[in-house]
């Protein structure tokens, strides 16, 4: 059974850092493409940054020079680190492991930014 989950959400003011993690069970972890998306009420899922097997990494325009994506295999987690937070960056965080038709997601997390 595979399972994503994420922690590191909370509350932080603007211009704060919050760092998110997301530990899987149940797959092979490094072969996956690892992925943080967002939702907002009445939106749709939204990319945030994903980084492939080898490395490789991508973000959105929205939080590119401010987020920063990476993995570490040895211990089945992604993270995300969130620096220079906006109110506009308020929303849930999932995580999401992909590999061709295999597609995996978390719970999610709470992310609010806010004075």
């Known amino acids: 059974q595979v399972k994503l989950v994420e922690s590191g959400g909370g509350l932080v003011q603007p211009g704060g850092s919050l760092r998110l993690s997301c530990t899987t069970s149940?797959?092979?972890?490094?072969?996956?493409?690892m992925g943080w998306y967002r939702q907002a009420p009445g939106n749709q899922r939204e990319l945030v940054a994903h980084?492939?097997?080898?490395?490789?990494?991508n973000y959105a325009d929205s939080v590119k020079g401010r987020f920063t994506i990476s993995r570490d295999n040895a211990k089945n987690t992604v993270y995300l680190q969130m620096n220079s937070l906006k109110p506009e960056d308020t929303t849930v965080y999932y995580c999401?492991?992909?590999?061709?038709?295999?597609?995996?997601w978390g719970r999610g997390t709470q992310v609010t930014v806010s004075s």
């Open positions: 980084i492939t097997s080898g490395g490789t990494e």
């Open positions: 149940g797959l092979i972890f490094s072969t996956y493409r």
């Open positions: 999401n492991s992909a590999l061709g038709s295999y597609s995996y």
